[in-house]
C-alpha cells in the first residue's frame, strides 16, 4: 500500500501541478487585467512581507515527520500520541504570536513600505495584510494535521485536495475580480478556500487515521533536541524568504508596486518551476527519514538521490529550454507589452536554480541525518551577502538587478559549496551522480538545434504559431531523451503505466464479449 500511495501521490503531484499550471495560465491573464498592474504589485508586495510570519513555524514541521517516522518504526504509539499534543501546543501558540506580530505591521504599515507608495495604497495595503495575517495564523495549528498525513504516506488524500483546491481557486477569485472588489476580494476568497482545507485535514486525521493526543508528560529532553534540530530548519526558511521575497520588498522601496508586479509574475513563472522539481521529491520525504532511521546506508541513498535527480533533470530540461525559447512571446501574448522585462528576470532565476532543484533530496537525506546545520549557516551568509549586493543592483537595474543578485547568491551557495558538502562530509557520492546526469545531455542537443531554428523562422507572437511550435518542440525533446537519454529504469515508468492501461483495456473487451 506505501508504494501504491508513494505512486499515487507522485502522480497526483504532477496532475496538481499540470492542472494548476494550466488553469494559472488561463486565469492570469484575467486577473492581471482586472487587478491592473499597480495593485497586482501592491497585492505581492504586500504577500512578500506578510510571508515572512511563516518563519514562525522554525522548522518544526519537518522536525514532527522525522520523529514520527522514528517512533513509528518503534511501534511507540503512545510517543506518538504525546508528539501530537505537544506540537497542537506550540503551533497553536505560534498561531497567536502571528497575530500579535501582525497587528505590529498593520501599525506600522506606513514605515515598512515608504514613500512609494500613494495613501490610497497604503490604505489597502493595511486591509490586505490584515486578511492575509488571519490566513497564516489558522495554517500554524493545521501544519500538526498536514505533517501527520504526510509521515503516515497518505498522499493519495492529500494531494487530491491540493488538486480540488487549484481547480476551485478560480472559479472563486474571478466573479469577486469581475463585481470589482480587487485585490481585497481575491485575498478573502482565497483565504476562505484554504481554512476549508485545513478543517479537511482534521477531519481526516480524526476519521481515517485515527489520530491522537496526550497533552501531558511532554519529554522537556525531546523538545530541547527538536529545538536544536529546528533551529537550522529555521535558518534555511530564513534565507528562502531572502532569496525569494526580499527582491520585492527591496523593488517596492525604490521603485513602486509597477516593478513588483513586473518581477512578482517572474516570480510566479520561477515558483511553477520550484513545484515541479518538488512535487516527486517530496513523496520521498517519509522514505528517506526510514531509510535513515534504519540503515543509513550511503550507497542506498546515493542510489535513490541520483535516480530522483536525474527524473527531475529530464522533467525541468525541457521546461527551461522551452522558456528560453518561446518565454519572451509567451510573456509577451499572456500577461501584455508591460510585463517585457519579466522574461529577462525569470531566466535569470531558473537557469541557475536547475542544479539545487535535482538535488533537494539531498536537503531531506542532511535532515534526516542531522547535517543540516552546515547548509543552514551557509546559506544564511550567503543571503545576508544577497541582500547585500542586491541593493546596488535594484537601484542601477530594477527587477533585472534584483534577479542577478539571487542568481549570484545561489551559484556561490547552493551549487558550488553545496556539491562539495554532499561529497565530502554527508557520505553521497556527488562524481557518481554527476556522471549519471550528464549521460542525459548529449539527448539534448537535437531539441536545442530545433528550438534555435524556430525562434529564428517562426512568428512565435502568432498563438496559434507559438503553441504549434511548442508542442513540436516538446515532441521532438521527448524522441531524443526517450532515444538518446533515459535509461532502462526511467523508460520502465513511463511503460508500465502504459501496459497497465492496455491491460485494462483488454479485461474490459474481453467482459463485453463474454457478455454478449
Known amino acids: 500500500m506505501k508504494i501504491n500511495q508513494l505512486k499515487a501521490g507522485a502522480a497526483l503531484s504532477y496532475v496538481y501541478l499540470g492542472l494548476g499550471t494550466v488553469i494559472s495560465i488561463a486565469y492570469t491573464p484575467f486577473m492581471l487585467r482586472l487587478l491592473g498592474q499597480s495593485e497586482y504589485g501592491l497585492y505581492n508586495l504586500v504577500a512578500s512581507v506578510v510571508s515572512y510570519l511563516g518563519l514562525l513555524n522554525f522548522g518544526f514541521g519537518h522536525a514532527y515527520i522525522r520523529y514520527f517516522s522514528k517512533y513509528k518504526t518503534a511501534k511507540a504509539t503512545s510517543e506518538i500520541a504525546r508528539l501530537n499534543g505537544m506540537f497542537l501546543i506550540l503551533f497553536s501558540v505560534i498561531g497567536l504570536v502571528a497575530i500579535i506580530a501582525g497587528m505590529v505591521l498593520i501599525a506600522f504599515t506606513e514605515t515598512i513600505f515608504g514613500a512609494e507608495l500613494s495613501a490610497r495604497e497604503l490604505s ?53 475580480l469581475v463585481m470589482g472588489y480587487g485585490s481585497v476580494g481575491m485575498v478573502v476568497m482565497i483565504t476562505l478556500l484554504n481554512l476549508s482545507v485545513e478543517v479537511s485535514h482534521v477531519v481526516f486525521c480524526f476519521r481515517k487515521l485515527n489520530m ?51 518581477y512578482s509574475l517572474a516570480a510566479q513563472l520561477n515558483t511553477y518551476y520550484l513545484s515541479v522539481s518538488t512535487a516527486i521529491s517530496n513523496v520521498f520525504i517519509p522514505r528517506v527519514n526510514q531509510m535513515v532511521s534504519a540503515q543509513n546506508d550511503n550507497r542506498a541513498l546515493t542510489s535513490l538521490f541520483t535516480r530522483v535527480g536525474r527524473l527531475q533533470f529530464i522533467v525541468l ?62 546559506y544564511l551568509f ?135
Open 124 to 176: 489597502r495595503a493595511k486591509i490586505l495584510m490584515a486578511i492575509m495575517v488571519v490566513n497564516i495564523a489558522f495554517t500554524f495549528p493545521g501544519l500538526v494535521f498536514n505533517s501527520h498525513i504526510t509521515a503516515n504516506e497518505r498522499f493519495v488524500f492529500q494531494k487530491s485536495l491540493q488538486v480540488i483546491r487549484v481547480i476551485a481557486n478560480p472559479f472563486l477569485v474571478l466573479p469577486v
Open 317 to 378: 530540461s525541457l521546461i527551461f529550454s522551452g522558456l528560453i525559447f518561446f518565454g519572451r512571446s509567451f510573456i509577451h501574448i499572456w500577461a501584455g507589452p508591460g510585463y517585457a522585462e519579466s522574461y529577462i528576470i525569470v531566466l535569470i532565476l531558473v537557469i541557475p536554480v536547475t542544479i539545487p532543484l535535482i538535488q533537494n533530496l539531498g536537503i531531506e537525506i542532511q535532515r534526516a541525518k542531522n547535517m543540516h546545520k552546515f547548509r543552514s549557516w551557509v
Open 382 to 516: 550567503i543571503a545576508i551577502g544577497n541582500i547585500g549586493i542586491t541593493i546596488p543592483l535594484v537601484k542601477a537595474f530594477g527587477g533585472t538587478g534584483a534577479a542577478l543578485g539571487t542568481a549570484i547568491a545561489l551559484i556561490i551557495g547552493n551549487i558550488m559549496i553545496m556539491n562539495w558538502y554532499y561529497h565530502y562530509r554527508v557520505g553521497l557520492n556527488m562524481l557518481y551522480f554527476w556522471k549519471q546526469i550528464s549521460g542525459i545531455l548529449p539527448a539534448l542537443i537535437l531539441p536545442f538545434i530545433s528550438g534555435i531554428v524556430l525562434f529564428l523562422t517562426v512568428d512565435l507572437n502568432n498563438v496559434l504559431l507559438l503553441i504549434v511550435s511548442g508542442l513540436g518542440y516538446a515532441g521532438v525533446f521527448a524522441l531524443s531523451v526517450w532515444m538518446w537519454g533515459m535509461n532502462d529504469y526511467e523508460k520502465e515508468l513511463v511503460i508500465r503505466p502504459v501496459r497497465s492501461v492496455q491491460s485494462k483495456i483488454g479485461l474490459f473487451r474481453n467482459d463485453s464479449g463474454n457478455n454478449k
Open 212 to 262: 491522537r493526543f496526550v497533552f501531558r508528560d511532554f519529554d522537556i529532553s525531546l523538545m530541547r533536541e527538536m529545538a536544536v534540530f529546528s533551529s537550522f530548519i529555521f535558518m534555511n526558511l530564513v534565507v528562502n524568504q531572502i532569496n525569494w521575497n526580499v527582491d520585492r520588498f527591496i523593488l517596492g522601496r525604490f521603485h513602486g508596486t509597477i516593478a513588483v508586479a513586473t
